[in-house]
């Protein structure tokens, strides 16, 4: 294999699929003939994606003609069950059955969207991810949770459905904006936090424009690969280690519902949660001082919360008791003994996260 193309096995009870990362590895598709010499496979595309890439997209599917594309519009609200409903009556239109397949190519919202469709038509076909933001090559696409939006709530409807591989082509990272790299950047210092250390390593030898060299992006999205799939291997439907991933997202979950999922990126509201949660590690006397700084200041450095934004903490403590990982009534964390020591489903009590709430200076 090409020297600038890195691969990882993702290994899960289901199946073991290899994850592809580098420069222009969408062309390495063409090698799934058993995928994609199905009876036929959907294209399900973002639009803006598209819009950009659409001559190299499908000069890499030049030698199928067995196939047809449904492009999905930008914003979260795509996601949703009604609008997978209208993908599976598209689908039994164009005659797909249970021997096609399914290609999602975009950021965590197609990834999600077709993850989700892949699970449910006709009880199951095949998904091959190409994620384009670095958000979901860095997590969303790794691990198999799939969801749609309904009315009542986000990622209420879902199913976990592993792809047959993951495919994260960085020539995609090019016209990515600078916001959307910060979200993606958010969840790859969540990994250096709780585990990844070299990551970690990573991120304090380099600044907000040196990360984002080809060499160094590159490993960001091959640590966290490694890091991500590593965790849900060995938990892959989250009856414990796998809740490490949530390190941030307990308050940035609460943070995104109290600004009702508008005026802040999801991204941003982790990464504030990432250091009310350190915060919390701190005052309860599970790490340093030094740690504590240590790790704000990354988060500073990257310009990872780049909105000014006033937290009303009574309002946003109700939203944080809503959080449905909370065990009878108290509420749940994920906390750090120390960078790299991440400690699932410990309890905090509501008035330390208000009296920290009170404190903090965004
Ligand atoms: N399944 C999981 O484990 C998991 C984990 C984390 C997040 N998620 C989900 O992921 C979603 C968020 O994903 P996201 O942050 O990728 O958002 P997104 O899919 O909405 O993409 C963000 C924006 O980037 C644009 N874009 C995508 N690729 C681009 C490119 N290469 N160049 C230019 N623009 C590009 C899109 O048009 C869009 O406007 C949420 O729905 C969240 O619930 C899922």
Known sequence: MD???KSIIATSAEKNYDIIIGNKSLELIKKRKDILSRDRFALLINKTVYNLYKDYILGCFNEFKNYDIYLIDDGEENKSYRKAENAFNWMLKKGFSRKSAIVGIGGGVVGDFSGFVAALFMRGIPVIHVPTTLLAMVDSSIGGKTAV?????KNIIGAFHQPEMVISDMNFLNTLPDNEYKNGLTEALKHALIGEDKLYKLFCNNSASTIKSPDNIMEVVYRSAIFKSGVVSRDEREGGLRAI??????IGHAIESLFEYKGISH?????IGLKIELEVSRRMGMISDDETKKSFDLIDRYGLIFNKLTLDSGKLLEHIKYDKKNVGGEIRCVLLKGIGKPVYNHP????LIKEILDDFIL
């Open 348 to 351: 905090v009590s509501g008035s």
């Open 267 to 271: 991204g941003e509201a982790v990464a």
């Open 3 to 5: 020297k600038s193309i």
């Open 245 to 250: 991933l949530n390190f941030g997202h307990s």
């Open 149 to 153: 939006n309904i009315s009542a709530g």
